[in-house]
């Protein structure tokens, strides 16, 4: 298609309005512009095209043996397009929210929460995909991704909807009484970390140890891994909003407190959100405030 030679959409769009009322008037109530205006862009059209499309001789304007031709295309064309539109709006209304978070923050925080979601929203599907790994946010895939950090990932539109700082912890079993050891102490117990992380590493090292956990680390998922830290079978790094329960109730100590302004995230695409999306980081966000 050479699209240099093409007309201007809005003389097109004029003359389309014309033919299916037959009015300059009608067309312009139509396209929410003047009559003038669509007689305007009806000139500019044949001027463009070098053809009559109006035949101008009686009293009311009719379409030219041309002017059928256009509009039979036109009457396809733009048909067309409004039924590809209709159709995509359908699906994309009806497609469900697709919700990226880690299986931590799922288990912890929204599961206990998604009845009232429902309740609110019965008629907005949702599809929750736990894992850290970071995916891609982009049209007809991930809407919302729930991630933990300082909220500066760039090309995307973050919102800090909790601040809970990492915290080291384990059950009084594991360690027998104490409630304080030393990174070095630490490193000599069995270590849990959520699947797709390196967190005990991690911390291990920059607290100056060498070496990872000496008793071995299992990976499990986030859910998991706050039930094996329950029950006594390794440390863990966690937000400490997760575990508050627990060391309030003294189901688990907490052994060091890394303070720092990070915490989980509303992350979005730079992009505008259909309507149901927009629906469930409105609510996110106010169960948020309650808290």
Same mark, same amino acid.
């Given at each position: ?21 037959? *009015? ?90 998604? +009845? ?47 601040? !809970? ?21 630490? !490193? ?24 990872? +956990? ?8 986030? *859910? ?68």
């Amino acid at each position: 298609m050479d699209w240099m030679k093409m007309p201007p959409l809005a003389s097109l769009k004029a003359f389309h309005a014309f033919a299916e009322t037959g *009015n300059v008037v009608q067309a312009g109530a139509l396209l929410n512009v003047s009559h003038a205006a669509i007689s305007q862009q009806l000139r500019a059209l044949e001027k463009h095209l070098g053809a009559a499309l109006l035949d101008r001789s009686g009293k009311s304007m009719t379409l030219t043996a041309d002017g059928e031709k256009l509009a039979r295309a036109l009457h396809l064309g733009f048909g067309a397009i409004s039924d590809a539109v209709a159709d995509l709006l359908h699906i994309t209304q009806d497609r469900p929210v697709h919700v990226s978070l880690t299986p931590s923050f799922a288990a912890s925080w929204l599961m206990p929460r998604l +009845p009232a979601f429902q309740s609110e929203y019965p008629d907005v599907p949702l599809t929750l995909d736990p894992t850290p790994a970071l995916v891609s946010l982009r049209p007809g895939g991930v809407d919302v991704a729930i991630r933990y950090g300082e909220g500066d990932w760039p090309g995307l539109n973050s919102e800090l909807l909790l601040q !809970s700082p990492m915290v080291i912890v384990a059950a009084p079993a594991l360690l027998k009484g104490r409630t304080s050891m030393t990174p070095d102490e630490l !490193s000599q117990l069995p270590w849990l970390e959520e699947l797709g992380t390196t967190e005990a590493t991690t911390w291990l090292a920059q607290q100056g140890v060498e070496h990872g +956990p000496r008793a071995g680390r299992i990976a499990l998922p986030g *859910n998991l891994m706050l039930e094996a830290l329950r029950a006594g079978q390794g440390v863990t790094v966690t937000a400490r909003h997760f575990v508050e329960a627990d060391v309030k109730a003294g189901r688990v100590v907490e052994l060091f407190h890394e303070p720092s302004r990070r915490g989980y995230h509303i992350v979005t695409a730079d992009a505008p959100l259909r309507p149901a999306v927009k629906a469930f980081v409105g609510w996110i966000r106010r169960q948020a405030s309650q808290m």
